[in-house]
């Protein structure tokens, strides 16, 4: 999956530009990626994680 296509679904979960870290690893295991990988699409995005609960992100 492109990088692209990530920002795409992360930004239709986080509209005001905020996502929790329990939906952003949600994402990741229904996209089979790594935490990382979701946390790299958000930082380019612009998109912040709150509520990290793991220190993943």
Do not use: V
């Not at 905020?18 to 089979?32: F, V």
């Amino acid at each position: 999956m492109e990088n692209k296509e990530i920002i795409e679904k992360i930004k239709e979960l986080a509209p005001q530009g905020k996502i929790s870290c329990a939906d952003a690893r949600q994402l990741a295991e229904k996209l089979n990626l790594e935490y990382k990988q979701i946390g790299k699409a958000c930082d380019e995005a612009e998109i912040k994680i709150n509520g990290c609960e793991l220190g993943c992100f």
